[in-house]
Protein backbone atom coordinates (compact mmCIF):
# COMPACT_ATOMS: atom_id res chain seq x y z
CA UNK A 1 0.00 0.00 0.00
CA UNK A 2 2.56 2.71 1.22
CA UNK A 3 4.81 4.23 -1.72
CA UNK A 4 7.47 6.68 -0.50
CA UNK A 5 9.38 6.76 -3.51
CA UNK A 6 9.87 10.69 -5.26
CA UNK A 7 8.04 10.82 -7.99
CA UNK A 8 10.13 13.55 -9.16
CA UNK A 9 14.07 13.11 -8.46
CA UNK A 10 15.20 15.31 -10.67
CA UNK A 11 14.40 18.17 -8.51
CA UNK A 12 17.26 16.38 -6.00
CA UNK A 13 19.95 17.94 -8.01
CA UNK A 14 21.01 21.62 -8.08
CA UNK A 15 20.72 23.42 -5.17
CA UNK A 16 18.67 26.91 -7.04
CA UNK A 17 16.36 23.82 -8.21
CA UNK A 18 16.31 22.32 -4.51
CA UNK A 19 15.23 25.79 -2.62
CA UNK A 20 13.12 26.68 -5.74
CA UNK A 21 11.11 23.42 -4.53
CA UNK A 22 11.39 24.26 -0.67
CA UNK A 23 10.27 27.94 -1.30
CA UNK A 24 7.38 26.38 -3.71
CA UNK A 25 5.96 24.37 -1.04
CA UNK A 26 6.03 26.89 1.50
CA UNK A 27 4.05 28.94 -1.12
CA UNK A 28 1.68 26.09 -2.02
CA UNK A 29 0.96 25.51 1.90
CA UNK A 30 0.38 29.75 2.54
CA UNK A 31 -1.47 30.14 -1.05
CA UNK A 32 -3.65 27.09 -0.26
CA UNK A 33 -4.68 28.69 3.28
CA UNK A 34 -5.71 32.13 1.31
CA UNK A 35 -9.00 30.92 -0.29
CA UNK A 36 -11.85 32.93 -0.30
CA UNK A 37 -13.32 31.71 3.27
CA UNK A 38 -9.40 33.47 4.06
CA UNK A 39 -10.28 36.81 2.51
CA UNK A 40 -13.85 37.25 4.47
CA UNK A 41 -13.01 35.50 7.36
CA UNK A 42 -10.23 38.15 7.98
CA UNK A 43 -12.72 40.90 7.12
CA UNK A 44 -15.65 40.22 8.78
CA UNK A 45 -13.09 39.52 12.43
CA UNK A 46 -11.75 42.94 11.98
CA UNK A 47 -14.85 44.60 11.80
CA UNK A 48 -16.13 43.10 15.22
CA UNK A 49 -12.69 43.60 16.93
CA UNK A 50 -10.81 46.49 14.77
CA UNK A 51 -7.07 47.07 16.63
CA UNK A 52 -7.44 44.02 18.75
CA UNK A 53 -7.69 41.76 15.68
CA UNK A 54 -3.82 42.29 15.60
CA UNK A 55 -3.48 40.41 19.19
CA UNK A 56 -5.89 37.15 17.51
CA UNK A 57 -3.46 36.83 14.15
CA UNK A 58 -0.04 37.32 16.63
CA UNK A 59 -1.68 34.28 18.56
CA UNK A 60 -2.50 32.34 15.81
CA UNK A 61 0.87 32.88 13.57
CA UNK A 62 2.42 31.39 17.52
CA UNK A 63 0.04 28.49 17.27
CA UNK A 64 0.44 28.11 13.48
CA UNK A 65 4.11 27.32 13.84
CA UNK A 66 3.78 24.59 16.54
CA UNK A 67 1.66 22.86 14.65
CA UNK A 68 3.80 23.18 11.39
CA UNK A 69 7.06 22.54 12.65
CA UNK A 70 6.27 19.21 14.64
CA UNK A 71 4.06 17.83 11.52
CA UNK A 72 6.44 19.07 8.18
CA UNK A 73 9.60 17.75 10.58
CA UNK A 74 7.47 14.37 11.46
CA UNK A 75 6.94 13.52 7.86
CA UNK A 76 10.23 14.46 7.12
CA UNK A 77 12.26 12.62 9.47
CA UNK A 78 9.99 9.55 8.99
CA UNK A 79 10.45 10.03 5.19
CA UNK A 80 6.25 9.20 4.91
CA UNK A 81 3.31 10.29 4.30
CA UNK A 82 1.29 11.29 7.23
CA UNK A 83 -1.34 9.15 6.81
CA UNK A 84 1.57 6.06 6.72
CA UNK A 85 2.57 7.36 10.17
CA UNK A 86 -1.08 7.46 10.88
CA UNK A 87 -1.21 3.64 9.95
CA UNK A 88 1.82 2.35 12.12
CA UNK A 89 0.61 4.55 15.42
CA UNK A 90 -2.66 2.89 15.24
CA UNK A 91 -3.67 0.54 11.95
CA UNK A 92 -6.65 1.55 10.57
CA UNK A 93 -6.03 4.98 11.39
CA UNK A 94 -4.03 6.27 8.38
CA UNK A 95 -7.21 5.13 5.92
CA UNK A 96 -9.73 7.15 8.44
CA UNK A 97 -7.68 10.32 8.31
CA UNK A 98 -6.99 10.09 4.30
CA UNK A 99 -11.13 9.77 4.06
CA UNK A 100 -11.76 12.80 6.41
CA UNK A 101 -8.29 14.47 4.45
CA UNK A 102 -10.57 14.14 0.79
CA UNK A 103 -14.22 14.28 1.87
CA UNK A 104 -12.70 17.66 3.50
CA UNK A 105 -10.58 18.94 0.44
CA UNK A 106 -13.61 18.15 -2.01
CA UNK A 107 -16.23 19.89 -0.36
CA UNK A 108 -14.27 23.26 0.70
CA UNK A 109 -12.73 22.71 -3.01
CA UNK A 110 -15.81 23.33 -4.60
CA UNK A 111 -16.33 26.70 -2.30
CA UNK A 112 -12.86 27.30 -3.98
CA UNK A 113 -13.70 26.49 -7.34
CA UNK A 114 -16.48 29.03 -6.50
CA UNK A 115 -14.46 31.79 -5.22
CA UNK A 116 -12.33 31.98 -8.57
CA UNK A 117 -15.32 32.04 -10.77
CA UNK A 118 -16.45 34.78 -8.38
CA UNK A 119 -13.01 36.87 -9.21
CA UNK A 120 -13.88 36.14 -12.83
CA UNK A 121 -16.98 37.53 -12.57
CA UNK A 122 -15.07 40.66 -11.19
CA UNK A 123 -12.76 40.86 -13.52
CA UNK A 124 -14.32 40.39 -17.17
CA UNK A 125 -18.16 40.60 -15.65
CA UNK A 126 -18.98 36.91 -17.31
CA UNK A 127 -21.31 34.25 -14.95
CA UNK A 128 -18.89 33.02 -12.14
CA UNK A 129 -20.09 29.43 -13.16
CA UNK A 130 -18.12 29.69 -16.65
CA UNK A 131 -14.99 31.48 -14.82
CA UNK A 132 -15.11 28.11 -12.60
CA UNK A 133 -15.01 26.40 -15.45
CA UNK A 134 -11.92 28.31 -17.21
CA UNK A 135 -10.52 28.26 -14.04
CA UNK A 136 -10.72 23.99 -13.45
CA UNK A 137 -9.62 24.08 -17.12
CA UNK A 138 -6.29 26.37 -16.37
CA UNK A 139 -5.70 24.26 -13.56
CA UNK A 140 -5.96 20.60 -14.99
CA UNK A 141 -3.54 22.02 -17.39
CA UNK A 142 -1.22 22.84 -14.72
CA UNK A 143 -1.31 18.96 -13.47
CA UNK A 144 -1.20 17.50 -17.15
CA UNK A 145 2.06 19.18 -17.01
CA UNK A 146 5.52 16.98 -17.86
CA UNK A 147 6.73 19.07 -14.96
CA UNK A 148 3.59 19.50 -12.90
CA UNK A 149 5.67 19.55 -9.48
CA UNK A 150 7.79 22.58 -11.18
CA UNK A 151 4.58 24.30 -12.50
CA UNK A 152 2.37 24.14 -8.95
CA UNK A 153 5.90 25.37 -7.74
CA UNK A 154 5.77 28.70 -9.84
CA UNK A 155 2.03 29.08 -9.49
CA UNK A 156 2.03 29.35 -6.01
CA UNK A 157 4.81 31.50 -5.90
CA UNK A 158 3.88 34.16 -8.38
CA UNK A 159 -0.05 34.35 -7.56
CA UNK A 160 0.92 34.35 -3.57
CA UNK A 161 2.86 37.19 -4.42
CA UNK A 162 0.40 39.38 -6.74
CA UNK A 163 -2.12 38.83 -3.98
CA UNK A 164 0.38 40.35 -1.32
CA UNK A 165 1.66 43.04 -3.13
CA UNK A 166 -2.19 43.73 -4.49
CA UNK A 167 -3.43 43.49 -0.74
CA UNK A 168 -0.53 45.64 0.50
CA UNK A 169 -1.38 48.49 -1.70
CA UNK A 170 -5.00 48.53 -0.72
CA UNK A 171 -3.75 48.65 2.80
CA UNK A 172 -1.87 52.14 2.03
CA UNK A 173 -4.74 53.38 -0.09
CA UNK A 174 -6.74 52.83 3.16
CA UNK A 175 -4.42 54.99 5.64
CA UNK A 176 -5.38 52.35 8.57
CA UNK A 177 -4.12 53.87 12.03
CA UNK A 178 -0.97 51.40 12.56
CA UNK A 179 0.29 52.64 15.66
CA UNK A 180 -2.82 51.74 17.07
CA UNK A 181 -3.10 48.52 15.54
CA UNK A 182 0.22 48.09 17.14
CA UNK A 183 -0.70 48.72 20.24
CA UNK A 184 -3.78 46.78 20.49
CA UNK A 185 -1.87 43.84 19.00
CA UNK A 186 -0.07 43.48 22.62
CA UNK A 187 -2.73 45.16 24.82
CA UNK A 188 -6.00 43.92 23.28
CA UNK A 189 -9.16 45.61 24.57
CA UNK A 190 -11.16 42.16 23.62
CA UNK A 191 -9.48 38.65 23.16
CA UNK A 192 -11.82 36.79 21.31
CA UNK A 193 -10.34 32.83 21.65
CA UNK A 194 -12.94 31.65 19.12
CA UNK A 195 -11.02 33.76 16.68
CA UNK A 196 -8.03 32.64 17.78
CA UNK A 197 -9.09 29.16 17.37
CA UNK A 198 -11.40 29.83 14.07
CA UNK A 199 -7.52 31.35 12.41
CA UNK A 200 -5.16 28.47 13.55
CA UNK A 201 -7.99 26.00 11.68
CA UNK A 202 -8.50 27.89 8.71
CA UNK A 203 -4.51 28.54 8.07
CA UNK A 204 -3.20 24.72 9.11
CA UNK A 205 -6.38 22.32 9.51
CA UNK A 206 -7.38 20.22 7.07
CA UNK A 207 -5.50 19.44 4.20
CA UNK A 208 -3.90 22.53 4.17
CA UNK A 209 -1.02 21.62 6.76
CA UNK A 210 -0.11 18.78 4.97
CA UNK A 211 0.09 20.42 1.68
CA UNK A 212 3.85 21.68 1.78
CA UNK A 213 5.59 18.50 3.85
CA UNK A 214 4.02 15.78 1.01
CA UNK A 215 5.24 17.96 -1.71
CA UNK A 216 9.07 18.33 0.04
CA UNK A 217 8.17 14.32 0.81
CA UNK A 218 7.51 13.69 -3.25
CA UNK A 219 10.14 15.84 -4.36
CA UNK A 220 12.71 14.00 -2.20
CA UNK A 221 13.36 16.61 0.15
CA UNK A 222 13.50 14.74 3.43
CA UNK A 223 15.27 12.82 6.32
CA UNK A 224 17.66 14.55 8.81
CA UNK A 225 19.83 15.55 6.48
CA UNK A 226 17.49 17.93 5.39
CA UNK A 227 15.47 19.37 8.40
CA UNK A 228 16.55 22.70 8.68
CA UNK A 229 15.34 23.06 4.88
CA UNK A 230 11.88 21.93 6.04
CA UNK A 231 11.32 23.99 9.25
CA UNK A 232 12.73 27.06 7.44
CA UNK A 233 10.15 25.94 4.72
CA UNK A 234 7.44 25.29 7.06
CA UNK A 235 7.72 28.59 9.16
CA UNK A 236 7.73 30.61 5.83
CA UNK A 237 4.40 28.69 4.47
CA UNK A 238 2.86 30.08 8.01
CA UNK A 239 4.53 33.68 7.67
CA UNK A 240 3.30 33.97 3.96
CA UNK A 241 -0.30 33.51 4.89
CA UNK A 242 -0.13 35.54 7.89
CA UNK A 243 1.94 38.19 6.12
CA UNK A 244 -0.90 38.24 3.82
CA UNK A 245 -3.78 38.41 6.60
CA UNK A 246 -1.73 41.25 8.33
CA UNK A 247 -1.89 43.64 5.02
CA UNK A 248 -5.79 42.56 4.55
CA UNK A 249 -5.97 43.19 8.38
CA UNK A 250 -4.88 46.58 7.83
CA UNK A 251 -6.34 47.75 4.70
CA UNK A 252 -9.70 46.59 6.45
CA UNK A 253 -9.36 48.72 9.62
CA UNK A 254 -8.48 51.48 7.57
CA UNK A 255 -11.77 51.37 6.00
CA UNK A 256 -14.22 50.22 9.06
CA UNK A 257 -11.98 53.08 11.59
CA UNK A 258 -13.93 55.93 8.93
CA UNK A 259 -17.26 54.26 10.34
CA UNK A 260 -17.77 52.18 7.17
CA UNK A 261 -19.42 49.42 7.24
CA UNK A 262 -18.66 46.45 5.38
CA UNK A 263 -21.00 44.62 2.37
CA UNK A 264 -22.04 41.65 4.61
CA UNK A 265 -22.41 39.65 0.85
CA UNK A 266 -18.90 40.14 0.27
CA UNK A 267 -17.27 42.13 3.00
CA UNK A 268 -13.54 41.89 1.33
CA UNK A 269 -14.55 43.24 -1.81
CA UNK A 270 -16.45 46.12 -0.31
CA UNK A 271 -13.10 47.33 1.44
CA UNK A 272 -11.14 46.80 -1.56
CA UNK A 273 -13.85 49.03 -3.70
CA UNK A 274 -13.98 51.88 -0.93
CA UNK A 275 -9.97 51.68 -0.09
CA UNK A 276 -8.87 52.42 -4.06
CA UNK A 277 -12.66 52.82 -5.84
CA UNK A 278 -13.12 50.75 -9.27
CA UNK A 279 -9.25 50.10 -9.75
CA UNK A 280 -9.33 48.14 -6.23
CA UNK A 281 -12.58 46.38 -7.08
CA UNK A 282 -11.07 45.24 -9.94
CA UNK A 283 -7.78 44.11 -8.06
CA UNK A 284 -9.61 42.10 -5.46
CA UNK A 285 -11.10 40.16 -8.52
CA UNK A 286 -7.69 39.44 -8.93
CA UNK A 287 -6.68 38.42 -5.59
CA UNK A 288 -9.97 36.60 -5.60
CA UNK A 289 -9.29 34.33 -8.70
CA UNK A 290 -5.68 33.70 -7.59
CA UNK A 291 -7.04 32.87 -3.92
CA UNK A 292 -9.16 30.63 -5.51
CA UNK A 293 -6.77 28.68 -7.56
CA UNK A 294 -4.16 28.37 -5.48
CA UNK A 295 -6.40 26.78 -3.11
CA UNK A 296 -8.00 24.62 -5.90
CA UNK A 297 -4.44 23.51 -7.08
CA UNK A 298 -3.60 22.84 -2.88
CA UNK A 299 -6.82 21.05 -1.58
CA UNK A 300 -6.36 18.51 -4.76
CA UNK A 301 -3.10 17.50 -4.79
CA UNK A 302 -2.83 17.49 -0.87
CA UNK A 303 -6.47 15.44 -0.59
CA UNK A 304 -4.90 12.99 -3.78
CA UNK A 305 -1.67 12.51 -1.61
CA UNK A 306 -3.75 11.03 0.48
CA UNK A 307 -5.97 8.87 -1.38
CA UNK A 308 -2.88 7.67 -2.70
CA UNK A 309 -2.14 5.28 0.30
CA UNK A 310 -5.78 3.57 -0.26
CA UNK A 311 -4.88 2.13 -3.70
CA UNK A 312 -1.94 0.74 -5.56
CA UNK A 313 -4.02 2.07 -8.66
CA UNK A 314 -4.37 5.91 -7.38
CA UNK A 315 -0.68 5.68 -6.51
CA UNK A 316 0.48 4.64 -10.16
CA UNK A 317 -2.07 7.11 -11.64
CA UNK A 318 -1.89 10.11 -9.00
CA UNK A 319 -2.56 13.02 -11.77
CA UNK A 320 -5.48 11.45 -13.41
CA UNK A 321 -6.91 11.21 -10.10
CA UNK A 322 -6.08 14.81 -8.99
CA UNK A 323 -7.51 15.61 -12.14
CA UNK A 324 -10.08 13.78 -11.88
CA UNK A 325 -10.83 15.61 -8.26
CA UNK A 326 -10.97 19.00 -9.98
CA UNK A 327 -13.48 17.74 -12.32
CA UNK A 328 -15.77 16.81 -9.83
CA UNK A 329 -15.33 19.91 -7.86
CA UNK A 330 -15.72 21.89 -10.39
CA UNK A 331 -18.94 19.97 -12.11
CA UNK A 332 -20.41 20.54 -8.92
CA UNK A 333 -20.25 24.22 -8.64
CA UNK A 334 -21.33 24.88 -11.85
CA UNK A 335 -23.94 22.62 -12.01
CA UNK A 336 -25.34 21.63 -8.40
CA UNK A 337 -24.02 24.51 -6.08
CA UNK A 338 -22.47 23.76 -2.85
CA UNK A 339 -24.01 20.70 -1.30
CA UNK A 340 -25.55 21.81 2.26
CA UNK A 341 -25.06 18.01 3.38
CA UNK A 342 -21.62 17.50 2.27
CA UNK A 343 -20.31 21.08 3.71
CA UNK A 344 -21.77 19.63 7.07
CA UNK A 345 -19.85 16.05 7.09
CA UNK A 346 -16.93 17.95 5.65
CA UNK A 347 -17.22 20.70 8.50
CA UNK A 348 -17.54 18.06 10.96
CA UNK A 349 -14.41 16.09 9.84
CA UNK A 350 -12.14 18.81 9.31
CA UNK A 351 -12.24 19.81 13.19
CA UNK A 352 -11.08 16.16 13.99
CA UNK A 353 -7.84 16.00 11.13
CA UNK A 354 -6.03 18.70 13.01
CA UNK A 355 -5.87 17.24 16.64
CA UNK A 356 -6.25 13.88 15.20
CA UNK A 357 -3.16 14.61 12.94
CA UNK A 358 -1.02 16.50 15.37
CA UNK A 359 -1.79 14.23 18.10
CA UNK A 360 -0.73 10.93 16.37
CA UNK A 361 2.44 12.34 14.69
CA UNK A 362 3.76 13.49 18.20
CA UNK A 363 3.46 9.95 19.22
CA UNK A 364 4.85 8.85 16.34
CA UNK A 365 8.06 11.16 17.48
CA UNK A 366 9.08 8.77 19.85
CA UNK A 367 8.55 5.16 17.84
CA UNK A 368 11.63 4.03 16.61
CA UNK A 369 10.19 1.76 13.94
CA UNK A 370 9.26 5.34 12.75
CA UNK A 371 12.21 7.55 12.94
CA UNK A 372 14.91 5.55 13.66
CA UNK A 373 17.25 7.37 16.43
CA UNK A 374 15.71 11.14 15.34
CA UNK A 375 15.31 12.37 18.80
CA UNK A 376 12.45 15.38 18.73
CA UNK A 377 12.56 18.45 20.72
CA UNK A 378 10.96 18.87 23.66
CA UNK A 379 9.87 22.30 23.82
CA UNK A 380 8.47 21.45 20.15
CA UNK A 381 6.86 17.97 22.11
CA UNK A 382 4.78 20.54 24.71
CA UNK A 383 4.14 23.43 22.27
CA UNK A 384 2.69 20.52 19.72
CA UNK A 385 0.60 19.17 23.40
CA UNK A 386 -0.57 22.55 23.86
CA UNK A 387 -2.24 22.85 20.26
CA UNK A 388 -3.39 19.70 20.50
CA UNK A 389 -5.36 20.01 23.44
CA UNK A 390 -6.85 23.26 21.97
CA UNK A 391 -7.94 21.70 18.34
CA UNK A 392 -9.12 18.83 20.34
CA UNK A 393 -11.66 20.71 22.78
CA UNK A 394 -12.54 22.79 19.29
CA UNK A 395 -13.03 19.37 17.25
CA UNK A 396 -15.74 17.93 20.11
CA UNK A 397 -17.47 21.22 20.32
CA UNK A 398 -17.82 21.31 16.06
CA UNK A 399 -19.38 17.74 16.21
CA UNK A 400 -21.54 18.48 18.71
CA UNK A 401 -22.33 21.63 16.62
CA UNK A 402 -22.62 19.30 13.29
CA UNK A 403 -24.12 16.22 14.14
CA UNK A 404 -27.51 17.74 14.93
CA UNK A 405 -27.68 19.59 11.99
CA UNK A 406 -27.82 16.90 9.89
CA UNK A 407 -31.22 15.23 11.20
CA UNK A 408 -32.52 18.45 11.69
Do not use: C
Not at 99 to 124: E, P, Q
Amino acid sequence: MENNKPIEPLENGPTKSKWGVILGAAFLMGSSAIGPGFLTQTAVFTEQLLASFGFVILMSIILDIGVQANIWRIIAVSKKRGQDIANMVVPGLGYFLAFAVALGGLAFNIGNVGGAGLGMNVLFGIDPRIGAAITGVITIGIFLSKEAGVAMDKIARILGGLMILLTLYVAFQSNPPVGDAIVHTFAPDRIEVFAIITLVGGTVGGYITFAGGHRLLDAGISGKENLHQVTKSSVSGILIASIMRVFLFLAVLGVVATGFKLDPSNPPASVFQQAAGAIGYKMFGIVLWAAGITSVVGAAYTSVSFLRTLSKKVDRHHSGVTIGFIVVSTIIFTFIGKPVLLLILAGAFNGLILPVALGTLLIAAYKKSIVGDYKHPMWLTIFGGFVFAITAYLAIVTLIDKVPQLFS
